[in-house]
């Protein structure tokens, strides 16, 4: 692959960044990396790791001169980011973020953005229930989709250019409006999420009167759950801040189908029961034929697809 952009400034040097880092040096992708992250601590890890060709105390001078600045900082730090290096951005600058909602960072961002930029909202779908500056790898986004959001009025050029970034990381990459993201994302990660918080936190309850039981016999199915309940509190809170409405219309529906099979078990209706976990074990054999996962037994644990 060849160079892509010449300078890319990395805001928020976690999971995401650290990865982005790594597979556009693999690939050749960037000329020049440049990062910032809030905290010295995380500056300093990041210097010494040196997935960035130099890391900036001031998210303003990591974005000067950069073709590319990518927010990669909790959703919810966003705009107060985006009004903060907005002026400094330069002229034909790309802008894109990998948060996991996009509407409201759309709303949050958008306003703090000179015309001359181009803003081209990204995320990417993967990950794992690991954070900060240590956990990045090179292979992150590997046969992962990207979606992009672009506005309406985009130039194509500018999203021809951030495409073919993700496809040299790995992904494969699609459009859709941000409205449709959040919904469909809201489906595939965010209520899974809030059921796996939930679950785990009903077995915590549980635990007190079962003493260490719930850990100790914890087979697959509950594992998983603590699992996906182990990821980044921030980033989660803000996920649900941000997507409220098409997570609450999800959890809605959910709570109906719950219902439904509440209704089957206590009437013992096994054949409902059975067409129901017929059709769903259908669903998971097309996600394996996608190519999204495999059928291997201990599917998730090495490491999974998140958001
Ligand atoms: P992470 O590992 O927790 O890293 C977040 C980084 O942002 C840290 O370097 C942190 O700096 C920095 N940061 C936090 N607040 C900041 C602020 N106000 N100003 C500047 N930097 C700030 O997070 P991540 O998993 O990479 O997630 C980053 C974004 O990617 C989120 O928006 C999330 O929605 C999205 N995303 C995550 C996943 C996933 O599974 N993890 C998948 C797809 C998309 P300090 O270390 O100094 O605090």
Known sequence: MSQIYGRVALI????IAGSMAMAMRRAGLAG?????????????????????????DSAVEAVKGADLVV????MGAMGPVAAEIG???GKGATLTDVGSAKQEVIKAVGPHLPAHVHFIPGHPLAGT??????????????????LLTPLPGTDPD?????????RGMGSHVEEMDAEHHDLVLAVTSHAPHLIAYTMVGVADDLRRVTDTEVI???????????????????????????????????LGRFTEELFALQRAIRTGDGEMLHDYFTHTRAIRRGIIE??????????????????
Request: aromatic share 10%.
């Open 12 to 15: 928020g040097l976690g999971l």
């Open 32 to 56: 020049e990396i440049i990062g910032y992250a809030r905290s010295a601590e995380t500056r300093d890890t990041v210097r010494e790791l040196g997935f960035c060709d130099r890391v900036e």
């Open 71 to 74: 927010l990669c900082v909790p």
């Open 87 to 89: 002026p400094n951005l």
């Open 129 to 146: 229930e690991h954070s900060g500056p240590n956990s990045g790898f090179a292979g992150l986004f590997e046969n992962r989709w990207c």
């Open 158 to 166: 500018a999203l021809a250019r951030l495409a073919s970034l993700w």
């Open 216 to 250: 100790k016999y914890s087979a697959a199915g509950f594992r998983d759950f603590t699992r996906i309940a182990a990821s980044d509190p921030t980033m989660w809170r803000d996920v649900f801040l941000t997507n409220r409405d098409a997570t609450l219309e999800i």
């Open 290 to 307: 996608a190519g999204q996962d495999t059928d291997a037994p201990d599917f998730g644990r090495g490491r999974s697809e998140d958001e």
